[in-house]
């Protein structure tokens, strides 16, 4: 009685990588028509499914594909071939605190940031106290974003990322911020999420986080798809290679 | 179903986008949002000293309204002018500006560019009302009816500005040159707008010369600029206080239209690739 949360089909995604890019007007009318690109495939023919419910971590090499896998994931990139089907509502933790606006006090980016994540006004009402509580920057709250330590911007932009309650959770090696509090805070909240039947879908080079947090993983090497399945095997095969 | 509620997920960053635009601005400055209005006021003053005290550029007398000052005649025109160019200029950027926005998070990209254009017709529309006081207070009462088809057409600059945004901002991505190239066709053009000298000095030369090529006349070629019919339109309602020009009417719904339109496909056919090209 399996629900299929995210089906990835047949998915490739090609880069352009240009030998000399400068984006004027003038290097494209001296290189005339044809650009001076080589392709390069960062994703090739990746198919798996991740089941609802499920905590799911994508593992590999630096360059492997993950981020660009998590991206196409969130409709931020879009394949060159095959299709994603993602079910129910998509939040993506790629990167805390983008689209705050230095000047505005935290409350005000709370709002702003909530609304870039696609979250009513109502909804961040509601959640407000929660968003506050959980950052831990109450005391802060109405002063300019900007006189923040680094650990409480990323805090501030945490909190409101994983208020969005989403039905589909992608985060990229956002794990590693804040304090140790802050972290075990986190994790909590992933193991609620989970509880709540939450697909979570995770990219960490943390392997031993990895094999207690997920169900199964998915390892990837340059662009290739190399095994999926259950946490243990799949880190024993990738450190089996690496050795 | 998922259409309205993609709908209403843009809205809801729409007003928050603008809002941070607007709140953003001139936090921390004394005067605040009254800085908006400095620009238009510093312009008003030169080019009313330059071009009707040194130049001496003499404006047609309001017909009904009776109204013969340089400086509101000219604001009737400069402010409309320095809305769309603020606009172009501004939206032309805003991918580029909000390039860790767009790699790291999915939202509608479009809604940049309408936020950015909001807050600056939030700014314009505040000139605006300035304006009508003073057109007000200098004898022009009947400004206050013409205030709906004002609005109307205010719309219509929007939505023509905004087309050319959509378009110009994904060509910036491109080409980084679009925005120097852009702005030095804005400061050209708004010298070959009728903003600070009426069109009527432009007909004495076309009359001049006769009509080039036995085709058209120079007046003909210099009114193909779009913004020549806006502001005409804007000077008859404000200045004037009549209706516009019907032609002038048509020609601005048209060119809004189509602009916008255009910008519309455009802006769609590229913003997938948006996250990978910036
Ligand atoms: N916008 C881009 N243009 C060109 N190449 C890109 C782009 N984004 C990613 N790549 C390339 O795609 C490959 C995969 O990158 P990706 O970011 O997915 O790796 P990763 O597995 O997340 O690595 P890491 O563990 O270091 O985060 C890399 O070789 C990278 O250079
Ligand atoms: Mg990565």
Redesign the pocket.
Known sequence: MTEVAVHIDDVSKK???YKERNQSLKSAIMRGRKSVHED?W?LNDISFDINTGETFGLV??????????LKCMAQILYPDKGSIAMKGRVAALLEVGSGFHPELSGRENIFLNGSILGMSKQEIVKKFDSIVDFSGVSEFIDQPVKNYSSGMYVRLGFSVAIHVDPDILLVD?VLAVGDETFQQKCADKFVEFRRDGKTVII?S?ALGTMMTMCDRLAW?SHGELQAVGNPESVVAEYRGVAQ | MAVSSEFKRSRELFINLTQRELKGKYKRTVLGQLWSLANPLALMLVYTFVFAFIFRIAPPVGSPSGLDAFPLWLLCGLLPWIFFSNVVQQGMGVLLANEGLIKKVYFPRNVLIFSSAASLAVNWGIEMMVLIVALVIAGAYGVIVWLPVVIFFMFLLAVFAVGIALMLSIANVHFRDTQYFVGIILQLGMYLTPVIYPISLVQVQSDRFGSLFGVFSLVDLYRLNPMERFLSAFRSLLYDNTWPALGDTVACVLISAVVFALGWVVFRRNERKLA?IL
């Open positions: 880069f352009r990588l390069f960062a590999g090499d630096n360059g492997s594909g993950k981020s660009t896998l090696e990219v080079h990837l | 990978e």
